[in-house]
């Protein structure tokens, strides 16, 4: 095969989108979409940037919810795409994004309490991962402060809600019927239907 040398202005091929919600100075629940995250265990590690409202609300209050969203609610992600909880909008959003202190009004979502931690579930979405912030990570790198710099947020999963027709006995999460919505270079996909193979890990 032959390359070619391109400079992209993302990086993103092909990640799982996650709905961050984190805790408002006032009490209320912010909801952010976000596609740069990984797990380890329980440890995840969430990418976000310096000036956003999440970035902020993790140094205040260390709590989170990782909510999941299925292939088929890309539509209530991309609502809230253009939006932002912190006000005034920073300077470096302010030509794609504006404030919106509704955000599950907005997206149609509907606000879930959660057992462990204060900010609020998306109930709409399959998954639930309740969460402590502990610690963030300042980030440099040239390309990535023209964007205003970012943090890798280092969370740790307390508790795990499944929508209960992808939960298999056991413990399991059933890959045959669980998708995530993946991120593609700036589209929305869902993963392919036929399975490729499984790790040698894999105990089912």
Not at 49 to 78: G, Q, S, Y
Request: hydrophobic fraction near 40%; aromatic fraction near 10%; include cysteine.
């Amino acid at each position: 095969m032959e390359f070619r040398t391109v400079e992209p202005k993302i990086l993103y091929f092909g990640t799982p989108v996650a709905l961050v919600s984190s805790l408002n100075e006032d009490g209320t629940t912010n909801l952010a979409p976000i596609s740069s995250f990984w797990a380890l265990g329980w440890t995840l590690v969430l990418g976000l940037l310096d000036e956003t409202k999440t970035a902020d609300n993790f140094r205040r209050h260390p709590e989170c919810v990782v909510n999941l969203p299925t292939p088929d609610m890309w539509p209530e992600v991309e609502k809230l795409a253009p939006l932002t909880g912190k006000s005034p909008v920073p300077e470096l959003k302010a030509k794609q994004f504006h404030f919106e202190p509704q955000k599950f009004e907005t997206a149609n979502l509907t606000r879930l309490p959660s057992e462990l931690v204060k900010p609020m579930r998306a109930k709409e979405c399959a998954v639930h991962l309740e969460a402590k912030v502990t610690r963030c990570h300042q980030l440099s790198g040239e390309r990535l402060l023209q964007l205003g710099g970012g943090v890798a947020a280092e969370i740790e999963v307390l508790r795990v809600h499944v929508a209960s027709e992808f939960v298999l006995e056991g413990n399991y999460i059933d890959p045959a019927k669980w998708s995530p919505l993946i991120y593609n270079f700036r589209h929305y996909y869902r993963l392919a239907e036929k399975e490729l193979g499984k790790t040698f890990r894999a105990e089912r």
